[in-house]
Nanobody, 123 residues
Framework: QVQLAESGGGLVQAGGSLRLSCVAS????????MGWFRQAPGNDREFVAH????????SYTNAVKGRFTISRDSAKNTVYLQMNSLKAEDTAVYYC????????????????WGQGTQVTVSS
């Protein structure tokens, strides 16, 4: 099992930026794809972004394409989510997760999860 810890959330005005970080407890995390999910109050947790284990393939939900970028620094056991041009509807708790299953957008493919970090965007 890999422990994951997110940080970098906070309060930001609409149009602003934040960078979330997710630190893994083991370097072996680099052998797996990593995903970011988010959950807004009253909503189900939803897929945001995925980065392949090799780092050469990314996937984003349509709502964040062109605004968010997922990346990883394997030397630091860290995955990032750069969020630009933030909107009020991006307000949610953001989670990183390690993918062990096949479907990159299905949270059932992810077994190891962080505790989440709150992102609040004021309009």
């Amino acid at each position: 099992q890999v422990q994951l810890a997110e940080s970098g959330g906070g309060l930001v005005q609409a149009g602003g930026s934040l960078r979330l970080s997710c630190v893994a407890s083991r370097s072996t995390f680099s052998a797996y794809g990593m995903g970011w999910f988010r959950q807004a109050p009253g909503n189900d947790r939803e897929f945001v972004a995925h980065l392949s284990a090799s780092g050469d393939s990314t996937s984003y939900t349509n709502a964040v394409k062109g605004r968010f970028t997922i990346s990883r620094d394997s030397a630091k056991n860290t995955v990032y989510l750069q969020m630009n041009s933030l909107k009020a509807e991006d307000t949610a708790v953001y989670y990183c997760a390690l993918r062990r299953g096949l479907n990159i957008e299905n949270q059932r493919s992810y077994v190891d999860w962080g505790q989440g970090t709150q992102v609040t965007v004021s309009s």
